[in-house]
């Protein structure tokens, strides 16, 4: 624990503060294979998820998820009375006038970069512990390090664009430069291709030996969701709207020569091949012990005995008294739009079924009872209510749907958000849909994936057509942070319904990406900011 500290402290790269001189440094030395791999691989994966703001792929607030989901049209916090305005925050990050001085946008740089550091730094003392490694060893724990880096830089490239590219460890700040979108797009692509013969091909979702480490299927999804996205990513220029065309892009692909939408078919299909399926019951997947899903492909474990990551946002969404029925605590905060829940069909004879596994709302229940609020009248939350601003009406408190995908675990501690239902990252559900998507962009039919997750639903079937698998994406994903990556790719991110109601301009594509942080650019004067927006 203490050389974990010890790390953390070291490891403030990019935000300006690389470290110059490590051979300066205790060096770290191993007496067995056992002691480096504990130490130097599995150690990382303890910041996968969180337990603190800003921390976290997905679990905590203010971090990764919320940049995701929350500027996003998919959910929304809105301004509750005395609730909820929290410096304009939350309605910034609604209406998309974010700016580079964001707190928690640079804790969330700082979070990744830490990651991204800490794997600079396993790296440097495996090598520098090869003696104890046999080759076998020594490439197997190298590959999963880098992995992990290079899923840490995926999710850097999709949220702020261009930033720098550093794999060493002991690297001056003066070398510290900044790289184009592209560059770490093949990077990333680069460093997945290298590793992947070292990394097993067992499930990452069982209780085992790779239980929440990162395998082939895990990578396999992540090249998919590179390839898929190649048009965004590849683009350095991003705002003029222009994109390259991913059916003329050419990548080798195990030595076949493939455009970015059949590169995404063949990795969607590697995960197929290794036995995921849909749970015949999507609840499963979000179960308090899913940990056994044959969906779930990669996820954060959550024991609230052995593991200190949490999960805020059903905690975040709840009403005070729905917190209280259960036993646990709630804000009343985080809702589904208007626009969102129109998209469900709520109201109407149409309403589709994964409404009822996702979504609380009309009177609530707990265990048969209705949950009453403190003047004794039922609890009633109202979907169609919702705004950006509730205050003064009648529905302030019970305005919007709330999250329920994952079931309630009433035995949580820290108020509701120290549960045992894993945290799902990435599914074979998206998978289906990955794939269907690239085939229709590749000229093809993507019906029988589509409409095989409409069939998990008992909806009907439906046309293939990107609309029709955008609008799947929402109903079968939502509340599951990938929002904001889909809007982006269908070039819809930048002008989004929410957004007609203020003054914006609505050909102004700067804001796909985040600005690079005000507080990075000061310590690091080599970096630039992303067109569009101001220094700080």
């Known amino acids: 624990m203490k050389k974990v500290i010890y790390a953390i402290i070291i490891c403030l790269l990019a935000t300006g503060c690389v470290n110059e001189n490590p051979k300066g440094q205790i060096e770290e030395s191993y007496t067995s294979a056992t002691d480096v791999e504990h130490n130097l691989v599995a150690t990382l994966y303890n910041y996968i998820g969180g337990n603190a703001e800003s921390q976290g792929l997905m679990g905590t607030p203010r971090g990764v998820y919320d940049f995701n989901s929350l500027t996003t049209d998919e959910q929304i916090i809105p301004v509750r009375g005395g609730d909820w305005y929290d410096g304009g925050f939350w309605q910034r990050l609604y209406y998309h006038s974010w700016t580079a001085s964001e707190s928690p946008l640079q804790n969330t740089w700082d979070y990744l970069y830490k990651v991204v550091m800490l794997c600079n730094r396993s790296l440097y003392f495996i090598d520098a512990n090869r003696n104890v490694l046999t080759t076998d060893e020594y490439k197997r724990f190298s590959a999963e390090v880098r992995a992990i880096r290079a899923m840490f830089y995926f999710y850097l490239m999709d949220m702020y664009g261009r930033v720098p590219l550093v794999t060493a460890y002991d690297i001056p700040l003066a070398k510290v430069k900044q790289n184009e979108r592209s560059e770490v797009f093949k990077f990333c692509m680069s460093e997945f291709n290298d590793v992947l013969p070292f990394l097993s091909e067992e499930n990452s979702n069982y209780e085992g030996l790779h239980y929440g480490r990162l395998t082939k299927p895990v990578v396999w999804f992540l090249m998919a969701k590179l390839y ?79 593991y200190a990551n949490q999960f805020w946002y059903l905690f975040r969404s709840r009403h005070y008294a729905h917190g209280s029925a259960l036993g646990l605590d709630a804000e009343n905060g985080a809702s589904a739009t208007l626009s969102t829940v129109n998209a469900f069909g709520y109201g109407t004879k149409q309403v589709d079924s994964r409404f009822a596994l996702s979504f609380y709302a009309d009177t609530v229940k707990v265990n048969g009872k209705v949950v009453c609020l403190d003047d004794g009248k039922p609890l009633v939350y109202h979907p169609l209510e919702i705004s950006s601003v509730t205050t003064g009406s009648p529905y302030e408190q019970t305005a919007g749907a709330r999250m329920k995908k994952y079931e309630a675990d009433a035995t949580a501690y820290e108020a509701g958000k120290l549960q045992d239902n894993d945290i799902v990252l990435y599914r074979y559900a998206d998978v289906l849909l990955m794939k269907a998507e690239a085939l229709v962009r590749d000229g093809k039919d993507g019906s029988p994936y589509l409409n095989q997750v409409r069939s998990r639903a008992n909806m009907p079937l439906c046309e293939c057509t990107l609309e029709n698998i955008l609008r799947e994406r929402l109903l079968e994903l939502v509340w599951e942070g990938w929002r904001r990556n889909d809007l982006v790719r269908y070039g819809l991110f930048h002008r989004l319904p929410s957004l007609q109601s203020v003054a914006v301009d609505e050909t102004d594509a700067h804001t796909i990406v985040f600005p690079i942080p005000a507080t990075t650019l000061d310590l690091n004067k080599q970096l630039t900011q992303n067109e569009g927006y101001d220094i700080g």
């Open 228 to 306: 898929l996205n190649a048009e965004v990513y590849l683009d350095d220029v991003w705002t003029d709207a222009v994109h390259p065309s991913g059916s003329l892009m050419q990548f080798d692909v195990d030595g076949e020569q493939l455009n970015a939408w059949q590169a995404a078919v063949v990795y969607c299909d590697k995960i197929t091949a290794c036995g995921y399926e849909l749970e015949r019951n999507a609840a499963r997947n979000f179960a308090i012990h899913n940990e056994t899903s044959k969906e779930n492909i990669f996820t954060i474990p959550m024991n609230k005995i052995l």
